[in-house]
């Protein structure tokens, strides 16, 4: 590493980063490039000789930003959003040239006790309970994702029940979740070795816009009483994939306290909304968690990736997930006087994530985080206002936070139930370029889903994309 040829090479990198934001307008959101267009593009074997950055810098203009989609392009509005930011942004570049990796206290005592701190701040920010606080028996954690979370989170209930009732209950274990529940949930209990008909997805009720019903869930562990399986997890979502509906969080609650189960909350998305007043009554019943995930990486202008996991018992992490060979012991893990985080998660290698975290709260402040949510929320409401006044149209179910669904009401010859008619209208207006949507499917309906909360979004980014799905639409009746 040569710290001249850095600066010098780091400042360009900057400044085509730079520019690459101010131009990103310019680019069709959706990558609009066919399968394997790069392989005829790139050579066979990698270069013998070293290359220049000019000509690399050349190669990702022309061969690698056409198949780059934009998620930070203020007209990206599909699935989640993932944000970036200028603090986010400083972090990652902190974080890349420290480089360190950060299993055991000792490997970067700063990685770990940044991390404690900056999961409590952001513990307090959410009102979460005392319990989940480093100080008391819990605690937070940054994992990789929401997947890696609900994981560790699964790993350590199974465990926890395999001690009450004996290794050989595994193939008992029930998890019960909704339906609308992401499938990380299913691939956590794939990976848990759970038996793939004891993961019990509860239908979602379509009148309380897709949550479960407290009912249902009773209902189906008591059936599962009945045949002598054993119920040991819950997962409850706030802010759903499909239509960010929210599970009731303090019947699920008790429900799981009366049969003695792990009860895991995933506001992978929406739980940055929760850092406001006026969005923490989503929260209520997170008392009765025994764990709480929610993506910085989505929605908190955290550059990905950074999943934040607090429990209220980090015991059980640890006795799951930690293992102690003679090549990582140390003074300060065997006086038991620190956090190793490599016994939360499932790596040992990680990185120092809790810089960017850090940075995003320390350069933004905690009041002009909460006008960030408030204003995505404000255009989701416009826009959810511009299809209400769209007779075409409907709003498909109640928006509860920057996630607006909708679709193009289907023709009264329409034997699909507008399927087509919908799934059209988003191609169009996807390979269009100009704007990036996606879809879901709720009781049989193709729906449109239009999420807010790309950092570069404004009112005007939502009124245009409003204007181009009312153009393609009237092109597509008129010509049906
Ligand atoms: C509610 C919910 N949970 C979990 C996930 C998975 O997130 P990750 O990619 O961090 O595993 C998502 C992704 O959008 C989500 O919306």
Not at 15 to 20: I, M, N, P, Q
Not at 128 to 141: M, V
Not at 187 to 198: D, H, L, R, V
Request: aromatic share 10%; charged share 20%.
């Amino acid at each position: 590493m040569d710290a001249e040829q850095l600066r010098e090479c780091g400042h360009r990198m900057v400044d085509f980063v730079a520019d690459y934001y101010k131009s990103i307008e310019t680019f069709p959101v959706l990558s609009q490039v066919q399968p394997g267009y790069l392989k005829k593009l790139l050579p066979d074997t990698a270069p013998s000789k070293p290359d220049t950055l000019e000509a690399l810098f050349d190669d990702i203009r022309e061969k690698i930003v056409p198949g780059v989609t934009h998620w930070q392009s203020p007209n990206y509005f599909a699935y989640y959003p993932s944000n970036s930011s200028t603090a986010g942004f400083l972090g990652e570049m902190l974080s890349a040239a420290f480089n360190i990796v950060g299993f055991s206290w000792i490997t970067s005592p700063a990685a770990t006790e940044l991390e404690i701190i900056v999961l409590d701040w952001f513990a307090k920010m959410l009102k979460l309970p005392s319990q989940f606080l480093s100080t008391a028996l819990g605690g937070g954690i940054i994992q990789g994702t929401a997947s890696e979370a609900v994981l560790v989170a699964l790993l350590a209930a199974r465990d926890r029940t395999l001690r009450k009732h004996g290794k050989t209950s595994l193939k008992k274990l029930v998890v019960y979740a909704s339906d609308q529940t992401h499938s990380s949930l299913q691939k956590a209990c794939q990976i848990a070795g759970i038996f793939q008909e004891n993961v019990r997805l509860v239908k979602a009720d379509c009148n309380k816009n897709y949550a479960v019903t407290p009912e249902a869930v009773s209902e189906a562990i008591a059936t599962g009483l009945l045949s002598g399986l054993i119920p040991f997890f819950i997962c409850a979502t706030v802010g759903t994939t499909s239509s960010s509906a929210v599970d009731p969080l303090p019947e699920l609650g008790q429900i799981a306290k009366a049969h003695d189960m792990w009860f895991h909350i995933d506001a992978a998305y929406a739980g940055s909304a929760c850092i406001c007043a006026e969005y923490r009554h989503h929260l209520n019943g997170v008392e009765e968690a025994d764990s709480f995930n929610m993506n910085a990486h989505k929605w908190f202008l955290t550059n990905f990736d950074c999943s934040l996991l607090w429990v209220k018992d980090r015991s059980y992490l640890i006795q799951s997930l930690s293992t102690n060979p003679e090549f990582l012991k140390n003074k300060a893990s065997q006086e038991n006087s620190v956090v190793d985080f490599k016994d939360w998660q499932i790596p040992l290698g990680r990185r120092f994530r809790s810089l960017k975290l850090w940075m995003v709260l320390r350069l933004y402040g905690v009041e002009n985080l909460q006008s960030y949510i408030r204003k995505h929320i404000e255009l989701a409401k416009y826009f959810e206002q511009l299809v209400i006044a769209d007779s075409r149209f409907e709003v498909v179910t109640p928006r509860t936070f920057s996630l607006v669904c909708f679709r193009l009401l289907p023709l009264a010859s329409d034997q699909d139930d507008g399927r087509n008619l919908n799934y059209d209208l988003m191609d169009a207006a996807n390979s269009s370029g100009k704007i990036f949507l996606s879809h879901t499917v709720l009781s049989g309906k193709f729906i449109l889903r239009f999420a807010v909360g790309a950092p570069l979004t404004e009112e005007q980014h939502v009124f245009a994309a409003w204007k181009l799905l009312q153009d393609l639409a009237s092109k597509q009746l008129e010509s049906s």
